[in-house]
């Protein structure tokens, strides 16, 4: 503002001055036209001192902004090598402004050595090409810090199409740099512990196109990432497998909460897996809602478990199943006949003189004996029955949906059949005797074994190799 001032006073007084030398000038113009000539040239001289105040206030205002916005420049006169800086071209470069020589060699010597050839090489190309040219380096700082500089370069050329000067705009990006690469060690750290992880780690869009995984959910796919990256399911699977996994898919996001899911998948190698799957909603981008899955194989876990079960509900020696599943299945069918009237009828059965043949034959043939006569009669059950063996010799058979007549006629084809056809031990005939009995509504588990137990020591009362029965 002070040197808007100063130059309008120059200017007053220097048009003042022009004015009176050509009024007192003793020569041949008149008086009129000594006015004129005086008006004239300080009308000029003041023009060319307003414009130089104008442009000087232009210059001012553009290093102001220049020095808010912390970008500086630089130009470089061609071929004179005569370099300008701006201020804030010493302070990112942090450089003492008293010593330095103004020449472009001296702004290189801040530049990180291994970065020299690369903003050579840059400035080169610029005046090589004849286009701008943007270019990221790095500067190393007196203490060994490092800052990192995005520069653009712009070059003039003079009538005979030669480079006259060269501009640079230059800004520090260092906060920018780290930022991203925080943001880059970040997320290497978030994908070492992702593919650390045995899981199949998987994450979909809206369209249920693949956004990324983990290198164990590819190996499961069999494919490459890139492969990958951007298909759905049903360019990935089989028809079935894909249709299921897009199912479970919609439903939870329809939902909008956590799913969990149970399923054997087969992968591409033939190898069959049971997977637990989970799968999240997430928002991926803003406002939009995609899949995050993560599946674990837990096939030994199932295995494992399945054979505990088979371990309580089956019977070792003869692989039927035993008195705690007899428990539960008797509870639900009683449970159906007081609840839908729905028929069952009992029938229990034990081997005559089983201690016999134990004593006389030894227990490996008794245990035989056991094997084939549960493989014998669990030929004769139907699929939709169930057959048990409730403890030593004794058997239960419960006929499920069935009438007491109908259950009697297949529990007298048992007895017949193991009579004729079992023939465990040479020269032994083995039969067996039973009880059989329809349950009611009022039976509990007690009383209908209870009522069939009976009829079963009445039927070996009567001479063995028989059925008791009564409603």
Known sequence: MLNKYIYMFINTFFIFSVFILVIINENYFSDFTKIVIALLVAMVIGYLIEYRLKSAERIDKYLEAHQISKIGFWELRLPRNKLFCSNEIFEIFEIDKKNFTYTYDELLKAIHPNDKNLVDEAHMATLKNRHNHSIKYRLLMNDGRVKWIKEEWHVKFDKKNNPSYLISIVSDITSEVEYQQKIKDNEQLLNSIINANDDLLFFKDKNFNYLGCNEAFLEFV?????????????????????????????????????????????????????????????????????VLGISRDITQLHIAQKKIKSQTYIDELTKLNNRKSYNERIEMLLTLKKRYKTPFTMFLFDIDDFK??????????GDNVLIEISALVKSHVRSSDYFFRIGGEEFIILFTETSLDNALTSASKICKSVEENLNTIKNETITISGGISEANENDSEDTIFTRVDNLLYNAKRAGKNRIVSII
Do not use: C, Q
């Open 356 to 365: 016999y043949i134990n004593d006389t034959y030894g227990h490996k043939m």
């Open 222 to 290: 069999g494919k490459t990432k890139e492969e990958m990256i951007g298909h759905n399911d049903f360019e990935l699977f089989s028809e079935d497998m894909a249709s299921l996994f897009r199912k479970m898919d919609i439903a939870m996001l329809e939902k909008n909460e956590i799913s969990s899911n149970y399923e054997w998948i087969t992968y591409p190698n033939g190898e069959k897996k049971y997977l637990i799957t989970k799968k999240i909603p997430f928002n991926y981008t803003t406002g939009e809602v995609g």
